[in-house]
């Protein structure tokens, strides 16, 4: 057998190395790597970067089997932001002895998920819906649809050995241990818009391992960034220059006065396919709760004029099941004031939580502390 | 379970670990086994019984052909496993290729024909092991090594994850000697195998996939929109890609097996420096090359039978070889711009004999050569014919390339460029001139670069698709 000292000799047994120490360098060339490493995390500690969490259909689908798992005991939040950043998780399983899980989804509609918890007969547990405003569309295929597919395709292919899963996992761990890694960023991004930059955005909101969020308000700029908040949940474009926020004030009531009022086309076809989504699931012992969450100043003044509640609000909960806490209607809820007008800063979601709790439970629909 | 993904990470490390802790070569040979067939899982479980039945199929047809003495038996046992495995390939491969221009045929023969959806998922690296695999049948069946090997020996060498899905193509006689002889890697080897590793990523993660396939992928998904420069910034984008892509992924495989003591050969020795297309296919994908030239160019005839012949079993084997890429008109066309390219490399040597050895003509040649294969990379990466065109006449309209662009272009004249300078030598030999220092650097420049460009979502390897 021939023994070859050339590496591109196909036939090789043996390759030359070259001559001298390799393991040695490899070693310093380690530890100089965990010095880069060492140092990019601590040039973002100190600009006040924490590690993240970033959300994904993977992420959500672990969520999602706790809400199978977990049966009657299930607190189950569906929705968007709103249910993802007003409420402490850890605040209602204390309130209510329940585990909650996290299923909103940013940006999302809360339909599919409404939807898919339906259809799976293990989920007998309390399902609060942050209800967004308008008519639902049961057929509306948004972003939730990609994280519900993953799910069901999980589901499908059973719980084996899956490469998949395991480098989520790890990128998971990776991106919360990591602050190079926040907010789904990679070290050279961090390091370029936020060690680099000599302004870099702060980072304001923070995604939990259980996939609720925290917004820190303080961290900021207000109120430019509120009224930012407020043209976007609008969908008001081209404000002219004003002279001061006085201005940008009245000029954005103005025109969100002029709005008009959102379609009631197929309410009643579509909650109706809502309402039976709810009965599968109260038919199974479990409860679906519709809240509509706190809004404030510009935002919640739009959200009135396009979504006026009894057009829409008054009309659907008694569809759906009856079970629909509006915030202001509860004292204890009505009076947070959601800083950019549309979700609460994380200095005020433990107390809100702890008063949603106290208010469902006053209407029968949990129990505290069991 | 890609080689840049963090569970490769893990399983390389309790692997290593595992194998460094164990004592007795047949433990640590049981160990590599499963863990080869532990690593294949992670694309689709069920098709590592594939891997296994096409390897136990393949070592017990060699121990009959090995025993056998009458020459039409020993024929027709190669046969079976010719067959065996090419019906593999070609179900899982070319079904759908062929189902698909069936349909095509008939309808231009004013024929209906309405096929059943081939929704059939292609085994990850089924064409290395396929490959690699043959090399053994044959090369008992020529009598030029023994079919003597344990299975578990042979199956290592059929699995050895370094090389399993995306080769190198290695041969039979090469790993069995290796595999049966106990193995004990240095510290030197380990050392310089893990730098192996760390420059592959590099090649893989930063060049290739931060500055290069953005670059590429714009250009090739919306010609149109990047006149001149840009355009070519793009096709010149993807000829560095696919280079620092697989030649990323070689030293990975190179560097791994290094680090359990087992030598894989090189597959690729700077081939963007070559002076003409023999010379490139001696420096480009060296073990699907040799392997071609071994088991098909050599057995249709060669260079014996005159000119014709000669220039025949060229063509033929590089079309052949653009199809084992995929099953794909695009990938043939392109196999045969590299069959026309030998042969008329192999007139020009016959007008001309002096010319290619002139060192004069050096670097003309080397620039003709490397803006052909540049060339004839468009219809290999484009999806269709009309992007093809779209993409080599954007070349021609005036316009400037834009920043992303430029940096392209800038990557490849500097990979260029140091190729042509190191052309003849190995990266051994580079490698061995550099101080201790500079060595640390190289693996810190690596191991930072790759650090700084994770996070997004990971590219598999090109040739995994293959």
């Not at chain 1, 084996?160 to 991004?189: C, I, V």
């Not at chain 2, 929704?119 to 290395?128: K, Q, R, T």
Request: charge should be positive; glycine fraction near 8%.
């Amino acid at each position: 057998m021939r023994s070859s000292t050339s590496n591109s000799d196909i036939h090789l047994t043996r390759r030359t190395l070259p001559e001298g120490r390799w393991l040695v360098p490899f070693a310093t060339g380690v530890v100089l790597l965990l010095l880069v490493v060492g140092m990019l995390e601590g040039a973002l500690a100190a600009r006040g970067f924490r590690a993240t969490v970033v959300d994904s259909p993977a992420l959500w689908a672990r969520e999602r089997l706790h809400a199978s798992e977990a049966g009657r005991h299930a607190l189950i939040l569906v929705g968007a932001s709103r249910a993802q950043l007003d409420v402490d998780l850890g605040a209602l399983a204390e309130a209510t002895g329940k585990q909650p899980v996290q299923l909103a989804i940013d940006g999302s509609s809360y339909v599919s998920v409404l939807a898919d918890l339906a259809a799976d007969d293990r989920v007998s547990g309390t399902v609060i819906v942050d209800y967004q405003g308008g008519v639902p569309d049961p057929d509306f295929q948004d972003a939730s649809m990609r994280y519900v597919e993953y799910w069901r395709h999980r589901e499908r292919t059973g719980t084996t050995y899956d490469f998949q899963r395991m480098e989520n996992a790890l990128a998971a761990w990776r991106q919360g241990t990591l602050r190079s890694y926040a907010d789904g960023a990679g070290p050279f991004a961090a390091l370029v818009s936020r060690v680099l930059a000599p302004r870099a955005t702060p980072q304001y909101l923070v995604t939990l391992p259980t996939r609720s969020r925290d917004a820190d308000y303080s961290r900021v700029s207000m109120p430019a960034f509120y009224y930012q908040r407020v043209m976007r949940n609008a969908g008001i474009e081209g404000l002219p220059a004003l002279p001061d926020y006085a201005a940008v004030d009245k000029a954005l009531a103005d025109r969100i006065s002029g709005l008009p009022q959102a379609s009631t086309a197929n309410l009643v076809e579509n909650v109706g396919r809502l309402g039976r989504m709810v009965h599968r699931i109260e038919a199974r012992g479990g409860k679906v709760i519709f809240v509509m969450f706190p809004r404030s100043g510009l935002v919640r003044a739009a959200d009135d004029v396009i979504y006026p509640r009894a057009v829409f609000w008054d009309r659907i909960v008694p569809l759906v099941g009856g079970k629909g806490l509006y915030y202001a209607d509860e004292p204890s809820l009505r009076d947070f004031t959601c800083p950019d007008g549309s979700h609460l800063d994380v200095r005020d979601k433990r107390r809100f939580t702890l008063a949603l709790a106290k208010a469902l439970e006053a209407r029968g629909w949990i129990s505290a502390g069991t | 379970m890609l080689f840049n993904s963090l569970s490769f990470l893990v399983f390389f490390a309790t692997v290593f670990l595992c194998f460094g802790l164990l004592r007795g070569w047949g433990t640590r040979k049981w160990l590599l086994l499963a863990a080869s067939y532990a690593f294949y899982t992670a694309w689709n479980p069920p098709y590592v019984f594939i891997l296994i039945a096409s390897t136990c199929l393949d070592w017990w047809l060699a121990r009959l052909i090995w025993r056998e003495d009458r020459p039409s038996r020993r024929r027709l046992l190669l046969i079976v496993s010719l067959v065996a495995n090419l019906s593999l390939l070609a179900f899982f491969k070319y079904g759908d290729f062929v189902v698909v221009n069936t349909q095509v045929l008939m309808g231009a023969l004013g024929i209906a024909y309405h096929p059943p959806l081939w929704d059939v998922v292609l085994p990850v690296g089924i064409s290395f092991y396929t490959f690699a695999s043959l090399s053994y049948t044959i090369d008992v069946y020529r009598k030029e090594i023994a079919a003597d090997t344990p299975l578990r020996d042979y199956a290592l060498f059929v699995a050895f994850f370094p090389h399993l899905v995306a080769g190198p193509i290695v041969r039979a006689r090469a790993l069995l000697p290796q595999i049966a002889r106990p193995t004990d890697p240095t510290r030197e080897q380990i050392g310089w195998g893990l730098t192996l590793v760390a420059i592959g990523l590099f090649c893989k993660s930063v060049l290739a996939d931060t500055l290069l396939a953005p670059v590429a992928d714009l250009v090739y998904a919306t010609p149109g929109a990047h006149p001149g420069a840009g355009a070519l910034a793009g096709i010149f984008a993807f000829a560095g890609q696919i280079y620092f892509d697989f030649g990323g992924y070689s030293l990975c495989a190179i560097g791994l097996a290094m680090c359990f003591g087992f030598a894989f050969p090189d597959n690729f020795r700077f081939p963007y420096a070559a002076r003409g297309f023999s010379d490139f296919w001696r420096r480009w994908h060296i073990s699907l090359s040799t392997w071609l030239r071994d088991y098909l160019y050599i057995p249709l005839g060669g260079n014996r039978g005159g000119e014709w012949r000669t220039c025949r079993n060229l063509m033929l084997t590089m079309l052949l070889g653009g199809l084992w890429h995929g099953a794909s008109w695009m990938f043939v066309l392109w196999g045969g711009l590299h069959g026309s390219f030998l042969v008329a490399e192999r007139v020009m040597r016959r007008a001309r004999p002096g010319w290619f050895d002139d060192t004069g003509a050096a670097p003309l040649l080397t620039v003709l050569t490397f803006l052909l294969v540049c060339l004839a990379w468009v219809p290999f990466r484009a999806p269709d014919l009309a992007t093809c065109v779209a993409v080599l006449t954007s070349v021609f309209r005036p316009g400037w390339p834009s920043l992303d662009e430029a940096m392209a272009l800038l990557v490849m004249a500097a990979a260029v460029a140091w190729q042509w300078r190191v052309r003849d030598q190995s990266l051994e030999e580079a490698a061995a001139r550099w101080s201790e220092g500079a060595r640390g650097m190289v693996a810190a420049a690596c191991l930072v670069g790759v650090f700084m460009t994770s996070g997004g979502d990971s590219r598999a390897f090109i040739y995994f698709q293959f």
